[in-house]
């Protein structure tokens, strides 16, 4: 096997980390065209469903991987849309600087990769969707930005991904004491540990 279909083998599909039913969900909730990911290593699954995609990483091997050609076949034997593909790639740290208009994605996702939905906030679209996991401390910082507002949480179990809207109010809940401040969050760089958690959050830009 190709290397790079290697690599994405053996950290996406034999860890069951595609979560494909996952990135539909969230299409046909959400009627998400494009997807910006910070912090994507080679986790290219978003393109198989949204037409636009970008992905940010500074693993050395990133560039090569998008860059490769059956991994571009790939994708468009994996897409669930009519028009080719448009990947964008860059190596480098998401928090600097990226060759990327503002506010043209429709969806930023989080995962495992410290703030990005601060870092990417300027490239979500007015009423975007950030998924974000809070291993972190990343959705208990969108939690307390006045900029985005909690519209659902993602529950998993076996291979079912399920979005919920109920009792939203009783999520991010501190077990201990008053919840973390931005700075405080942002120091520690740790998920908070809350009465009641979800696999992911659902947060809407608001502002």
């Given at each position: 096997m190709n290397k790079n279909l290697e690599?994405?083998?053996?950290?996406?599909?034999?860890?069951e980390f595609e979560r494909?039913?996952?990135?539909?969900l969230l299409r046909d909730t959400y009627q998400i065209k494009s997807a910006i990911y910070l912090g994507s290593f080679v986790h290219i699954t978003?393109?198989?469903?949204?037409?636009?995609?970008?992905f940010i990483d500074s693993d050395r091997r990133v560039k090569q991987f998008f860059?490769?050609?059956?991994?571009?076949?790939?994708?468009?034997?994996?897409k669930q849309y009519r028009e080719d593909p448009e990947i964008f790639v860059a190596q480098q740290n998401y928090e600097k600087p990226l060759p990327i208009e503002v506010?043209?994605?429709?969806?930023l996702i989080s995962q495992y990769a410290g703030f990005v939905s601060q870092a990417g906030k300027n490239l979500l679209k007015n009423n975007g969707i950030l998924l974000a996991n809070n291993s972190h401390g990343d959705a208990a910082m969108a939690h307390v930005d006045p900029e985005y507002e909690l519209i659902a949480v993602v529950n998993h179990t076996k291979d079912t991904w399920r979005i919920s809207t109920s009792d939203l109010d009783?999520?991010?809940t501190p077990k201990k004491g008053l919840h973390p401040t931005k700075s405080e969050i942002q120091a520690s760089m740790k998920g908070i540990g809350y009465t009641k958690v979800a696999n992911n959050y659902i947060f809407k830009k608001v502002n």
């Open positions: 690599l994405y083998k053996k950290y996406f599909i034999d860890n494909l039913h996952l990135f539909e978003p393109a198989f469903f949204y037409p636009k995609t970008a860059e490769d050609k059956e991994v571009r076949q790939m994708v468009i034997k994996n506010e043209s994605f429709d969806l009783s999520y991010f």
